[in-house]
């Protein structure tokens, strides 16, 4: 089994920043592709960022040049540092990781239970 623990949501002004985390804890015998998807009541769920073991990254084109995904692997955990924040990033946003398992070295994807950013003055 493994969990995910997502922090760092919260409200913010348009033009500012948030870091959001995601750690992951279980049966975990290495983490391949971590992701962000954000999602808005009545839409569906979008890809925010992506990265891989190897650190090639991913984004969105309407979050290019103000986000940046990181993972530290020593702690299981990937990263979204959110600069110029703007009102359409207002979303829940979900982390995402693929686990080998510690026990069969099956790989599985597991979902963060979300957590809310919301930018407003």
């Known amino acids: 089994q493994v969990q995910l623990v997502e922090s760092g949501g919260g409200l913010v002004q348009p033009g500012g920043s948030l870091r959001l985390s995601c750690a992951a804890s279980g049966s975990i015998f290495s983490i391949n592709a971590m992701g962000w998807y954000r999602q808005v009541p009545g839409k569906q769920r979008d890809l925010v960022a992506t990265?891989?073991?190897?650190?090639?990254?991913n984004y969105a084109d309407s979050v290019k040049g103000r986000f940046t995904i990181s993972r530290d692997n020593a702690k299981n955990t990937v990263y979204l540092q959110m600069n110029s924040l703007k009102p359409e990033d207002t979303a829940v946003y979900y982390c995402n990781i693929q686990v080998i398992s510690a026990t069969n070295y099956y790989a599985m994807d597991y979902w963060g239970k979300g957590t809310l950013v919301t930018v407003s003055s």
């Open positions: 990265i891989t073991r190897g650190e090639s990254t």
